[in-house]
């Protein structure tokens, strides 16, 4: 069954669907008489009348093309039908019915008729719709043209994941074909054509007029009339609904060469006004009207394999994926596995050299797993009983095996995969200009037309109304507004894709246009500064405890906290082979610390804003601590029982191209904030250290979107990065948000740039792959208006007072058929952007 048009775009509802039995439409939202899912195919019905025929006789409605499995309407067959074995199939294309007649037996395998006996599932990468690239909310269920722009759409997967390997394109297989096969045809109308010219009238005057038109139309009709069908077909569908577009141009201009050459054949010169007529007879233009449909289906061939290429990223990231998995089952016997079989806690065998298959944890062995798909660390990394291990990631020399713990589209790669294609669909503000232009772009090139003609008609030289139709038709086919539409989108499609590639994540197409316009690089410390893996440095203790007991009660005390800080406390004293017992009455305060009970103990672990709190005099403990944090390390002050206890130190090293990374973003121009939590003795020993340029310390995690607004409100474009759960709202807040990718969910959620390798040198690509894809841009808009600007005026004349030269149409075909061509290679350059 078809869709309810197989030409409407969907917009903000989706349209109707028809019941398969009565045709009526039907409310997909709410079919009235419910939904039945045959295969991979959802109908709706318009009654349970109509649901109950279906369900049963469904061969009345349904089938399967035994060939290639695309669903046929039994009645109406595009492909034809085929009796075999007392059994009728049915086919989608004649191709299909031409392979299944030549042998039948190895697509009989499913069952008879191409119906399996049982519905097969539906396709592992979800639900195939067709998106056009300059129209988003465009969703078709077949490759039909895109009902706006007319342009070939291509597929899109909802809810699953596309293929590694290039799928099928009918649009290029079907203007290939068109084109080879009028290339012949075209080259004996021209090579007639020019020969008429080359010698004179020799062979107009050895044929005569009427032989000499004949046979040239015997050329060009298949052409024009085959080659050229798709062309007319969205002319007139663009007419008929009233959405112009470049096949507008293209069928109106085509059509006027042709049907004004045929009419001059057919008909007596007398019927012609004298200002048609050239040496006594009116001029024909069939060689123009071939060669701009072969030009034209060269172009959109051209296009099209270029189109396709803006799509490796995205393929190249699967091709990472490995296709299976060695699944260790109850009774500890092995078996390989489709990873798309794999589910959530299954355990599975990685063996030497082999890819990780799914995210998960190590369950037992060991080995060294290469990660710099998602780290870029080239030293590979050791990994133990406990650790995290990330699917399409390659396995060393140990063996292990591992708990899956995230599948199929929950997978790392498989995030970044959907971020990427969504990126990719998304519209970036500058593409409004694009889009106000193009609405008034089809109408302003036929007003120009008919300007042209009539100029030509009423004050150009003899043959008046000959030079005005080929002014007229050169106008006509020169201007192209897909080259507009395509500027903008073509070159999204590529910078995500290229920033996927070197671990910038782009969650909309507007975060890398505003992240260009930045000034202000708010950065949180822990994680994205430094490492965010603290470890214990010095304990300190003020009165009678000694410093373990001390270190045993803080440690203690913080079991039942989550922040790194607590973590490397915790670690710290196991270290050390403390004893640690269950903390009572625990809670933690934010942005001060945390109090609880310890073996009938108060103790409280924080800043000296929580001892104030407490009533805990802190002075004796404030001069060591800020000694320890003129150093870098982050201190926190201990009271035991209510009076002042000591200090303990945690190391959270600066990551080691932060320095470096500091320095190249000065050098792009943005100004650094640190903004954190910590002291401000702590972090401003570190921003000396790194270079940054101001410090907002003692920030609470509530007050981090607070410094965002601050900046903004001076007038400056502000990001900020971070990759804690506490970053979510300033992430949120900023003009652009950049998550780690080693940070939270909530954070990645948040931020429009998410950086997988969770290194600072990630802001850097970030920003240089921003200004490569804008300036990219620029270069597609400037080129495409200046094109339209240049070529309609060179069209309609303007050089002839000058130079007496007047466009043809042939020439004005290669210009319009190229132009999309140049924009899209222009877009591919960004595959070479250098980032690092």
């Known amino acids: 069954m078809q869709n309810s048009s197989g030409t409407n775009p969907v917009a903000a509802a989706p349209p109707p669907t028809r019941d398969p039995v009565c045709g009526m439409d039907v409310d997909r939202e709410n079919p009235q008489g419910g939904i039945v899912q045959r295969g991979r195919y959802a109908y709706h019905f318009c009654s349970e009348d109509c ?29 034809g039908a085929h009796e075999h074995g007392g059994v009728r199939y049915y086919f989608c294309n004649p191709k299909c019915l031409a392979k299944f007649s030549a042998d039948p037996a190895p697509y009989l395998a499913h069952g008879p008729g191409g119906m399996p006996k049982e519905a097969p599932p539906p396709p592992p990468g979800g639900e195939v719709v067709w998106v056009c690239p300059m129209c988003p909310e465009v969703r078709e269920k077949e490759p039909v043209p895109c009902p706006s722009c007319g342009m070939a759409l291509e597929p899109l997967v909802v809810g699953g994941m596309p293929s590694a390997e290039e799928p099928p394109n009918p649009e290029l297989e079907n203007m290939s074909r068109r084109f080879w096969w009028g290339l012949l045809p075209t080259l004996a109308v021209l090579a007639l054509a020019m020969g008429d010219m080359l010698a004179g009238m020799a062979v107009r005057e050895r044929l005569g007029f009427r032989a000499f038109a004949l046979l040239q139309l015997a050329f060009s009709a298949p052409v024009v009339l085959w080659g050229g069908l798709p062309f007319f077909e969205r002319a007139w569908l663009s007419l008929r609904t009233w959405k112009l577009n470049m096949f507008t141009l293209i069928g109106l201009g085509t059509a006027a060469a042709f049907l004004f050459s045929a009419a001059a054949t057919l008909l007596p010169a007398g019927a012609f006004p004298p200002a048609f007529l050239e040496h ?255 470890a214990l440095g010095r304990v300190e203790a003020a009165g009678d405890l000694a410093g373990d007991e001390l270190l045993r009660l803080a440690a203690s005390l913080e079991r039942g906290s989550e922040h790194p800080l607590a973590s490397a406390i915790v670690a710290g004293a196991l270290a050390r082979g403390l004893r640690l017992v269950e903390a009572r009455e625990f809670r933690a305060l934010a942005g001060k610390g945390v109090v609880g009970t310890v073996e009938g103990r108060a103790v409280a672990l924080g800043n000296a804003a929580l001892l104030e709190e407490l009533g805990v005099e802190a002075a004796p403990l404030i001069a060591p601590a800020e000694a320890l944090r003129a150093d870098g390390g982050t201190v926190m002050l201990v009271a035991v029982d209510g009076r002042a206890a000591g200090i303990v130190e945690a190391i959270d090293p600066v990551k080691p191209d932060a320095a470096g990374a500091i320095r190249a973003l000065h050098a792009e121009g943005l100004e650094i904030v640190m903004v954190t939590g910590d002291s401000r003795t702590t972090a401003a020993a570190v921003a000396r250290q790194l270079g940054i340029d101001a410090v907002e310390a003692e920030v609470l995690p509530a007050q981090k979107a607070d410094a965002v607004a601050r900046w903004r409100a001076r007038g400056r474009a502000v990001a900020f990065a971070g990759d804690g759960i506490n970053d979510a709202p300033a992430l949120a807040a900023a003009d652009v948000g950049i998550a780690m990718g080693t940070g939270t969910d909530v954070a990645i959620e948040s931020a429009g740039l998410t950086l997988v390798r969770g290194d600072l040198g990630g802001i850097v690509r970030a920003r240089r792959l921003s200004r490569a894809t804008m300036r990219n841009i620029r270069q597609n808009l400037f080129w495409a208006f200046a094109y339209n600007a240049v070529g309609v005026p060179l069209a309609g004349g303007a050089l002839y007072p000058l130079f007496g030269w007047l466009l043809s149409p042939m020439i004005a075909s290669a210009a319009m058929s190229f132009s999309s061509v140049t924009v899209i290679s222009n877009a591919l350059r960004l595959r070479r952007a250098r980032l690092d």
């Not at 649901?51 to 039994?74: K, Q, S, W």
């Not at 200009?433 to 772009?441: E, H, I, M, P, Q």
């Not at 000959?466 to 106008?475: E, G, N, R, W, Y």
């Open 51 to 79: 649901r109950a025929r279906f369900e049963a006789a469904p061969e009345r409605y349904f089938a399967l093309d035994p060939v290639c499995g695309m669903e046929v309407n039994p009645k109406a067959p595009k492909g």
């Open 280 to 534: 006594g007879a009116p001029p024909v233009y069939y060689e123009a009207a071939a060669v701009i449909v072969e030009l034209v289906l060269l172009g959109q061939i051209l296009e099209l394999r270029a189109r396709s290429r803006v799509s490796g990223a995205i393929r190249a990231l699967l091709k990472l994926a490995p296709r299976t998995a060695r699944r260790v089952e109850a009774d500890l016997t092995e078996r390989d596995v489709d990873v798309d079989e794999v589910r959530v806690g299954d355990r599975l065998r990685v063996r030497p050299g082999e890819k990780v298959p799914v995210d998960g944890v190590v369950l037992s062995g060991s080995s060294s797993v290469d990660e710099s798909m998602v780290t870029g660390e080239p030293v590979p990394a050791e990994k133990r009983e406990g650790d995290p291990v990330t699917g399409a990631t390659l396995n060393g020399n140990g063996s292990f095996v591992m708990r899956a713990e995230r599948v199929g589209k929950d997978t790392l790669l498989s995030q970044i995969v959907r971020m990427v294609m969504d990126a990719q669909r998304s519209r970036a503000p500058i593409q409004r200009l694009a889009d106000v232009v193009s609405g008034w772009f089809v109408p302003a090139v036929v007003a120009a037309a008919g300007i042209a003609f009539v100029a030509w008609a009423t004050v150009g030289p003899e043959p008046r109304l000959a030079h005005a139709l080929v002014a007229a038709v050169a106008v006509l086919i020169i201007a192209c507004p897909c080259a507009l539409g395509l500027a903008t989108p073509m070159a999204i499609m590529v910078g995500t894709g290229r920033g996927a590639a070197a671990g910038v994540l782009v969650k909309s197409a507007e975060a890398l246009e505003r992240f260009e316009q930045v000034d202000v690089l708010l950065v949180d410390k822990t994680g994205t500064l430094t490492r965010g893996k603290p």
